[in-house]
């Protein structure tokens, strides 16, 4: 049984107690033991499925690990290497080759903690000059999005229209344009 990519992001930034009880539905069991508020770490026992989503920037030390992004340097963040971490792990733990990660805006880097063999999907990644998506990622932005404008004319990028410009204010329109809820109703599965 497949999930929404919409619910695995909207589920990265709630509360660990909620997190707990996602995607039993459909087989999942949240790993308590490697998984954190940046981090959410499910396996599927009876399909042999792994699912790592990373939260994006929610919290004041997210906006220090945003810079270091913004210079090319996310790979020397702690948050980058934590993911990469625990990511490790959990493929040790449940003997796993290939999982599905899932991560927006910050939680984009999962783009590169993963192997040629994981199904990595992005939506409004946060994105340096000259950046490329990889051939096994899915990536989605929101038209408008600033985080990831510097990915918006990359072939492999699906923009979806930003539901938002209504009001007419650039900050607001922009703003908006970066929700994750923007894809509530594209039932992309993953």
Do not use: C
């Not at 790979?75 to 003997?95: F, M, P, V």
């Amino acid at each position: 049984m497949s999930l929404n990519l919409y619910e695995v992001l909207k589920n990265s930034y709630a509360f660990q107690k909620k997190q707990k009880g996602a995607f039993k539905n459909q087989g999942y069991v949240y790993d308590s033991n490697l998984s954190n508020d940046n981090e959410q770490v499910y396996y599927n026992p009876s399909q042999r499925k792994l699912l790592f989503s990373v939260t994006g920037t929610h919290n004041l030390r997210d906006y220090g690990t945003d810079l270091w992004l913004a210079a090319g340097k996310l790979k020397d963040t702690k948050r980058y290497q934590e993911a990469k971490n625990i990511l490790h792990r959990a493929k040790q733990k449940y003997h796993i080759s290939n999982a599905t990660l899932a991560g927006h805006s910050l939680g984009g880097l999962v783009q590169y903690i993963g192997n040629r063999n994981d199904k990595v999907y992005t939506l409004d990644k946060g994105a340096t000059i000259g950046q490329k998506i990889r051939s096994n990622e899915k990536a989605y932005r929101t038209s408008g999005d600033l985080v990831s404008v510097l990915n918006a004319n990359s072939r492999r990028m699906k923009t979806f229209k930003n539901p938002h410009i209504k009001t007419g204010n650039f900050i607001i329109d922009s703003f908006n344009a970066h929700s994750v809820d923007n894809i509530k109703n594209s039932n992309i599965k993953i």
